[in-house]
């Protein structure tokens, strides 16, 4: 036999015949305008990083027995500042970050 009289099984799955069509039944679209007006509030809402930052002060806190204006803008203050090299950079990055979070 050189596969030539073989016939394809039948009982492929269904996703596997539709190849990149199965996307566009699934009923989710990137673009739809749900999505475009939910999106950034969603992201802004669960942020991932706003998330560390509040752990981080958080153990700031427990560490060295800091409230939360020290964690931020003590202590953490001057370790941004270490880390990006300047006070301005850190004092700019504060503020941003008070106002997301």
């Not at 941004?80 to 004092?91: D, M, P, Q, V």
Request: net charge positive; proline share 5%; charged share 35%.
């Amino acid at each position: 036999l050189n596969g030539e009289d073989i016939d394809p099984p039948c009982s492929l799955p269904r996703a596997a015949m539709l190849g990149d069509r199965s996307s566009e039944n699934s009923g989710r679209t990137k673009n739809s305008p749900l999505s475009l007006v939910l999106g950034p509030l969603i992201k802004l809402v669960f942020s991932e990083k706003a998330r560390r930052r509040k752990r981080c002060r958080e153990l700031l806190k427990e560490r060295y027995g800091i409230g939360e204006f020290g964690a931020r803008f003590g202590k953490g203050r001057r370790m941004k500042a270490a880390r990006l090299g300047g006070e301005l950079a850190a004092l700019r990055e504060g503020a941003r970050e008070l106002v997301r979070d």
